[in-house]
């Protein structure tokens, strides 16, 4: 066949199929991405469905800033919207804003210095921030040496770099906070999660419920049988003042004084999350910048950390109720039976009657109702004879 004739047909196939496509409604332009759809069908699951999307459309600033409001519960005038996302709003959304406003909502910690340019990976990006997120895993690189910061968006890309951050950030489970709204990220959930580790507040805590007539369970170290007792305190000068002391008596030691600090009247929150923000922010500054996580001997750049925070947020484990997990402590069968249970979603607030005779764990133990289920359900055995330990 000629080759002119060949030339001409496939000109022709060509400008039809250019001519086909662009009578397609414009919608059907937008791609799904496979690689992403396992992100999105996990985040979807958190935040609700339709909140992410797999496809390759770009992502605007708008859009980015109405997602963190709507679903992240970030008022108009945080400081992240405020830095970030002040540019025009159908602009679109940026490599490096999207890092920095995931760094800055999920409160990871900066493993490099902000002067110290040298440990980018990244020829055109020495941001502290995405070197970070880079460290952590969160954000990779367009090319080995390139992070093309100015590069813009999709919503697939947005949606894998959410949901690798809140795996970092220990929110892919259910919901830390069964009888809240808030989810892993959302405004005032790390400042509640942090409270609850160190016996402030009780995980089915309303937020939103006005501080000056809520009523708050907080653990103190009053001496009850070897145990510490939830005392509760009503109102906010009472709550705030037994939240200052509690914070005051636990490790590590901080350069404030806290008996007295920022005395009720001084309180500008009305509702237990504005004043749980408050109130974090002043102890976080008193720790340093190293004490930002929810327990303060667990690091964002530690092997464990995402098991941890996935089991957290399961409500698996909750660590010692002082701010410490204790990643290096030993743990004893009774914990493991505990542990076993919680896993298994094993309602242990009864004892199991089927067995009634453990020699070394007495009815009034702490794990009892867990260690009779952990044997009954055959997880665990007698050590010796009745002997459990």
Known sequence: MNKKIQTKRFLSLLITLVLILS?????????????????????????????????????????????????????????????????????????????????????????????????????????????????????????TELFVPDGYVTNAELSVMFYRALGKAGGIGKKALENSALTPGAYGYDELMYLFTRGCVPRDIDPSQELAGAEIEVTTYIAVENKEEPVKYTGKKDIWNAWCTRLGSLPPE??????????????????????????????????????????????????????????FNNGIVSGYGNGQFGPSNEVNRAALAVLLCRINNINTTDPDGTVTSISDVPSNHWAYNSVTHAIAQGYMTYKDSSFFY
């Open 254 to 311: 901080r350069s404030l004084n806290w008996t007295g600090w920022a005395s009720w009247d001084q309180v500008t929150a009305t509702t237990i999350l504005d004043a749980a923000i408050q109130i974090v922010a002043t102890d976080r500054a008193a720790l340093g910048e190293n004490m930002k996580g929810i327990f303060s001997d667990v690091y964002p750049s530690t092997w464990y950390y995402d098991g941890i925070m996935y089991l």
């Open 23 to 143: 009578t397609l409604p414009i919608q059907a332009n937008a791609v799904d991405l496979p690689w992403a759809e396992d992100a999105v069908r996990i985040l979807n699951d958190v935040y609700g469905n339709g909140t992410f999307s797999a496809s390759d459309d770009m992502v605007t600033v708008g859009t980015t800033k109405a997602l963190l409001t709507n679903t992240f519960k970030l008022p108009d005038d945080n400081g992240i919207i405020s830095t970030y996302l002040n540019g025009d709003p159908d602009s679109n959304l940026t490599r490096l804003q999207l890092a920095q406003i995931i760094f800055s909502l999920y409160g990871f910690v900066a493993l490099v210095n902000e002067t110290d340019t040298n440990t980018s990976p990244f020829t055109d990006c020495t941001d502290s921030k995405v070197t970070t997120l880079y460290k952590l895993g969160i954000v990779s690189g367009k090319s």
